[in-house]
């Protein structure tokens, strides 16, 4: 169990973790965050991810009150603290602590914590069998309102929709955006398989630019997959070969049925297996490596 926080340049017990009622994470959503795995001592694609944290607080003009290398030693510092080879980091900047209106320029300082657990994928039996998931009414924030490649706290666009999932008896839902084409999971990005090309939306219309989906586009080059970034719409998924998901926690997910409807021949596809395969071979040798 991981049971040291590493909280505004300390490490603290779990249960001394707290932050203040009046910081503007809490209050109003206000900050950004990254979700990072370890796989045997090695950070997956950190560099990445850092990227990502620092053009999110540069977009809504938040100042990170540690430098990229800061928060790379903070994480491994906290890692080994924790005797964690595998698992998973969740790493947050909120605005700070700030009264009880909204002016970010009220907050002096950003509060940043790392937490690092085990993590609890789907069991294995989900990437054999593949998901059953559904589309949903809530759609994905507009880039031109909350964009959402920007990687804020809030969230609750994408539990509305989780919700709505959850109601369905599905763990996951795709959501769209208000045209009614395909953008993305309230937690993974979504691909498919069509005649052998792999087939993803565009991140301008307003998904979030995952960083396993990424890793997968990189994968299928490697393995001479075309792959292309273009509009879907849900009747782009009903009829793929394959659908699967990507994500940090997920890794790849095979996806069987979209709204009651078989994807392919009902089972995990042989492309988005050969992908899973592909894109575990590199996960414990593609980021920054440290010792225990
Ligand atoms: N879309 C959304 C909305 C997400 O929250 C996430 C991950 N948290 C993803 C996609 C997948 O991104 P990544 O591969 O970088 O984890």
Known sequence: MGNKVFLDGKLVDREEAKVSVFDHGLLYGDGIFE?????????????????????????????IPMTKNEIENAIIKTLKANRLSDGYIR???????GDLGLDPNKCKVATIFIITDKIKLYPEEFYRKGLAIVTVPTMRN????????????NYLNN????????????????????????LECTGDNVFIVKRGKLITPPTYLGALEGITRNAIIECAKKLKIACEERILTRHDLFNADEIFLTGTAAELIPVVEVDKRTIGDGKSG???????????????????????
Not at 162 to 176: D, V, W
Not at 280 to 287: E, F, L, N, S, V
Request: proline fraction near 3%; charged fraction near 25%.
């Open 91 to 97: 790493l947050v900047v909120t605005r700070g602590v």
């Open 159 to 182: 539990i509305m929709a989780k919700i709505e999932a959850c109601n369905a008896g599905c763990i996951e839902a795709i959501m769209l955006n208000k045209d009614g084409y395909v």
């Open 142 to 153: 507009l880039p031109e309102t909350l964009n959402p490649s920007i990687k804020s706290l």
């Open 270 to 292: 042989a492309i988005s297996l050969k992908l899973l395969k592909a894109f575990r071979a590199i996960t414990p040798k593609d980021g920054v490596k440290y010792s225990l």
């Open 35 to 63: 979700g990072i795995r370890v796989y045997s001592r090695c950070i997956f694609k950190l560099k990445e991810h850092l990227d990502r944290l620092f053009e999110s607080a540069h977009s809504i003009m938040l100042s």
